[in-house]
């Protein structure tokens, strides 16, 4: 089975831009977890989509939201961003609640 | 909260000694606990979990952890490092009462000597 893949790998973008991150998820997979990791506040949960629906969500501004699609694959939308959201923006997929994630490589933002 | 510490930040073992890596955790109920392995730019690689049962687990790679309730603690053992195991390790709780949720601890980044 194809691992989790997330597009693009790599990002530059500017203070007060949007982005979009995609992720698509190992098949059969209905869960889909999102985290960021920077150096200073290491790996923190942001949200999760299962079925389409966000069934959890962390501690992060309104500027961080997400969706899923019936396909599964998810994406996260920032808006107006900050020098503080470059990170690494990590995916997770996982077949039920309660199971093990699986993560994909990651999108490296850096906003300038 | 719940909370996971790891209270190394760097550790370095020579090529063949053994390895232990600590995490402690604070979860109200019965945990799932996890290890992950994180090699530079890359993503994150689940080595082993522990949700109910047999407290000694296995994982790929050769690792095992192992479950102590009485001192909140899920360590990281293996018996014989190679150099290939050089990476950051990362020790997590899994919330799973609303879903899948996993807090993570800080990491240890493994050094090892040859």
């Known amino acids: 089975k194809a691992g989790v893949t997330q597009t693009p790998r790599y990002l530059i973008k500017t203070r007060g831009q949007q982005v979009t991150l995609s992720c698509s998820p190992i098949s059969g997979h209905r869960s889909v977890s999102w985290y960021q990791q920077t150096p200073g506040q290491g790996l923190q949960f942001l949200f999760e989509y299962f079925s389409e629906t966000q069934r959890n969500k962390g501690n992060f501004p309104g500027r961080f939201s997400g969706r899923q699609f019936s396909n599964s694959r998810s994406e996260m939308n920032v808006s107006t961003l900050e020098l503080g959201d470059s990170a690494l923006y990590l995916c997770?997929?996982?077949?039920?609640?309660?199971?093990?994630?699986?993560f994909g490589p990651g999108t490296r933002l850096t906003v300038t | 909260a719940q909370s996971v510490t790891q209270p190394d930040i760097h550790i370095t073992v020579s090529e063949g000694a053994s390895l232990e890596l600590r995490c402690n955790y604070s979860y109200g109920a019965t945990p799932y606990l996890f290890w992950y392995v994180q090699s530079p730019g890359q993503g994150l690689q689940l080595l082993l979990k522990y949700f109910s049962g047999d407290t000694l687990v296995q994982g790929i790679k050769g690792f095992e952890a192992e479950f102590k309730r009485s001192q909140s603690s899920f360590n990281l053992r293996k018996p014989s490092v190679h150099w290939s195991d050089a990476a950051e390790y990362f020790c997590a709780v899994g919330e799973m009462e609303y879903g899948n949720k996993l807090v993570f601890g800080a990491g240890t980044i493994l050094r090892v000597k040859s």
């Open positions: 997770a997929s996982a077949d039920r609640t309660r199971g093990e994630q699986y």
